[in-house]
């Protein structure tokens, strides 16, 4: 995020309220823009095509089949995705830049093989079990693939910096759906298809237009190839906690909607797709009223954090221990001042949201259980991107032991609390996500007032005078003296002979 840095250093520089208001739409635009363009997109589209006036089965075969493919589709790009971070910050550090185009080509593998893993067997399912056609079976797996390739080659692009370029490639993408949907709409009796498949198959055209630019960028900023993927295995078995600390918080945000896809809440459409549409719907609501905590949480970082923590660090290498010590303790406290920032903005702004949700959304349809469902929710997703922003400052400080622990308590915590709260009221449904995430912020609170307390430890004791291998252990005899019949003596250092009369 160095480069949205940079650019919000250079809008805030001129203090005025035009400008800091920029400065926020900016961040905005590389962070959360893409999903309200696919968002818009959608809407659009089902406004063109009249989507209100299809039956029933048709409107849920499309939107769970939507459902099913973002969310899969995240949790198979999640447990690469940090850790190929690392790996190409390292090469980019190494100046090996002809690296990358492996790594990049290793880590689509993976992922389109882990996506076919998951997909596959389920649009067999689909179509054999539940009677689906093969071709909208087949066109919702392509789409599926195609955001794949998205949110994989999203990581390689903002090695770039090139975050508006994301969201520029998301708004041609959809806006190729919508114009798809609405030649479709004008000129639909000669192709005699669907209106649920036209859309599905206008959603697909447009992720994988998404992917094809995505990708041609890549390509071009990286033209050399090495060929060389091996080391990314080595990094892959020397990092192994980051890839469970990604899979774990993914899992996290989505384990508690699939507890209550085994409820007797669920919706079973074409024996294949499984839903709780209620607890659903209440969930993308409080993930949309508390989103703006990540825009809040980069502009901070990148303006005030990063300073701090680049202080702290050029004192550790040239500095006096007083400069060191200051340097921390400034360190720290801008990173306590960061998170209370956070919490007392984002509360602001949630309640707002809040309560403009709890006034208006019951006059547009939205009701009964989903609204019964939502407090409690939003407070839960409040606390979850909190904590996220607490696992990201672990990773300032390479603590991937406590990034873990806190990931794991996350998910397992909202696991079992989503299982508990199943048989609570109604109004308490989002009580395991509550729990799973103050559970998760506690943990790294904690832990971060431990790295503040051992930091100099972490810092100072962790290098290597000698470095490692393999291979046969050296003698341990360092030094031995004796004396030879003439009285003269002899010195061995190492098992090797030195010249007579040395000392």
């Given at each position: 995020?160095?480069?949205?840095?940079?650019k919000?250093?250079?809008?805030?520089?001129?203090?005025?309220?035009?400008?800091?208001?920029?400065?926020?739409?900016?961040?905005?635009?590389?962070?959360?823009?893409?999903?309200?363009?696919?968002?818009?997109?959608?809407?659009v589209?089902?406004?063109?095509?009249?989507?209100?006036?299809?039956?029933?089965?048709?409107?849920?075969?499309?939107?769970?089949?939507?459902?099913?493919?973002?969310?899969?589709?995240?949790?198979?790009?999640?447990?690469?995705?940090?850790?190929?971070?690392?790996?190409?910050?390292?090469?980019?550090?190494d100046?090996?830049?002809?690296?990358i185009?492996p790594?990049?080509?290793?880590?689509?593998f993976?992922?389109?093989?882990?996506?076919?893993a998951?997909?596959?067997?389920?649009?067999?399912?689909?179509?054999?079990?539940?009677?689906?056609?093969?071709?909208?079976v087949?066109?919702?797996?392509?789409?599926?693939?195609a955001?794949?390739?998205?949110?994989?080659?999203?990581?390689?692009?903002?090695?770039?910096?090139?975050?508006v370029?994301?969201?520029?490639?998301?708004?041609?993408?959809?806006a190729?759906?919508?114009?798809?949907?609405?030649?479709?709409?004008?000129?639909?009796?000669?192709?005699?298809?669907?209106?649920?498949?036209?859309?599905?198959?206008?959603?697909?055209?447009?992720?994988?237009?998404?992917?094809?630019?995505?990708?041609?960028?890549?390509?071009?900023?990286?033209?050399?190839?090495?060929?060389?993927?091996?080391?990314?295995?080595?990094?892959?078995?020397?990092?192994?906690?980051?890839?469970?600390?990604?899979?774990?918080?993914t899992?996290?945000?989505?384990?508690?909607?699939?507890?209550?896809?085994?409820?007797?809440?669920?919706?079973?459409?074409?024996?294949?797709?499984?839903?709780?549409?209620?607890?659903?719907?209440?969930?993308?609501?409080?993930?949309?009223?508390?989103?703006s905590?990540?825009?809040?949480?980069?502009?901070?970082?990148?303006?005030?954090?990063?300073?701090?923590?680049?202080?702290?660090?050029?004192?550790?290498?040239?500095?006096?221990?007083?400069?060191?010590?200051?340097?921390?303790?400034?360190?720290?406290?801008?990173?306590?001042?960061?998170?209370?920032?956070?919490?007392r903005?984002?509360?602001?702004?949630?309640?707002?949201?809040?309560?403009?949700?709890?006034i208006?959304?019951?006059?547009?349809?939205?009701?009964?259980l989903?609204?019964?469902?939502?407090?409690?929710l939003?407070?839960?997703?409040?606390?979850?991107?909190?904590?996220?922003?607490?696992?990201?400052?672990?990773?300032?400080f390479?603590?991937?032991?406590?990034?873990l622990?806190?990931?794991?308590?996350f998910?397992?915590?909202?696991?079992?609390?989503?299982?508990?709260?199943?048989?609570?009221?109604?109004?308490?449904?989002?009580?395991?996500?509550?729990?799973?995430?103050?559970?998760g912020?506690s943990?790294?609170y904690?832990?971060?007032?431990?790295?503040?307390?051992?930091?100099?430890?972490?810092?100072?004791c962790?290098?290597?005078?000698i470095?490692?291998?393999?291979?046969?252990?050296?003698?341990?005899?360092?030094?031995?003296?004796?004396?030879?019949?003439?009285?003269?003596?002899e010195?061995?250092?190492?098992?090797?002979?030195?010249?007579?009369?040395?000392?």
């Open positions: 995020m160095a480069g949205i840095g940079f919000l250093n250079r809008v805030y520089r001129h203090r005025s309220l035009g400008m800091h208001l920029y400065g926020f739409a900016y961040s905005a635009l590389v962070t959360v823009a893409p999903v309200f363009v696919v968002i818009g997109a959608v809407v589209s089902q406004i063109i095509l009249h989507f209100e006036t299809l039956d029933y089965s048709s409107r849920e075969l499309f939107a769970d089949s939507m459902l099913y493919i973002f969310i899969f589709a995240l949790l198979c790009t999640s447990p690469l995705n940090a850790v190929l971070s690392k790996y190409l910050s390292d090469i980019i550090y100046e090996k830049y002809e690296d185009i790594c990049f080509h290793f880590g689509m993976v992922t389109v093989i882990l996506g076919a998951i997909g596959i067997p389920f649009c067999l399912h689909e179509h054999f079990v539940g009677g689906v056609p093969v071709y909208y087949f066109t919702g797996y392509c789409g599926f693939t955001l794949i390739l998205v949110f994989y080659t999203m990581l390689y692009l903002s090695i770039t910096k090139n975050y370029r994301i969201s520029l490639f998301f708004a041609i993408g959809m190729v759906t919508v114009l798809t949907v609405l030649l479709w709409s004008l000129f639909h009796f000669p192709f005699r298809m669907k209106t649920t498949y036209a859309l599905l198959l206008a959603l697909t055209v447009g992720f994988a237009l998404i992917a094809a630019l995505e990708i041609a960028l890549v390509k071009s900023f990286f033209r050399k190839n090495s060929g060389n993927w091996k080391p990314v295995l080595g990094h892959l078995k020397k990092y192994w906690r980051m890839i469970l600390i990604n899979s774990l918080y899992l996290g945000l989505y384990v508690h909607n699939f507890v209550f896809w085994t409820t007797d809440l669920r919706n079973v459409l074409v024996k294949s797709f499984v839903t709780c549409m209620p607890y659903d719907m209440a969930t993308c609501l409080a993930m949309f009223t508390n989103i905590a990540t825009i809040i949480f980069i502009v901070n970082i990148e303006l005030h954090f990063r300073d701090r923590y680049r202080h702290y660090f050029e004192a550790v290498i040239g500095g006096r221990r007083h400069d060191i010590v200051n340097a921390r303790s400034r360190m720290f406290r801008q990173l306590s001042a960061e998170l209370m920032t956070l919490i903005l984002q509360f602001i702004i949630s309640s707002a949201i809040f309560l403009l949700c709890m208006l959304l019951p006059t547009i349809g939205f009701g009964g989903t609204m019964k469902i939502y407090p409690c939003c407070v839960g997703y409040f606390a979850l991107f909190l904590m996220y922003s607490e696992i990201l400052f672990l990773y300032y390479n603590d991937e032991n406590g990034a622990l806190t990931a794991s308590v998910f397992l915590v909202t696991l079992l609390g989503s299982f508990a709260s199943s048989r609570l009221p109604e109004i308490w449904y989002g009580l395991g996500v509550v729990l799973g995430s103050v559970s912020y943990v790294a904690f832990r971060l007032r431990w790295i503040n307390r051992h930091i100099d430890r972490e810092v100072f962790k290098g290597t005078l470095p490692r291998g393999e291979g046969k252990m050296p003698s341990p005899l360092v030094y031995s003296k004796k004396f030879s019949a003439d009285g003269d003596n010195s061995k250092s190492n098992g090797k002979l030195k010249a007579k009369g040395e000392c």
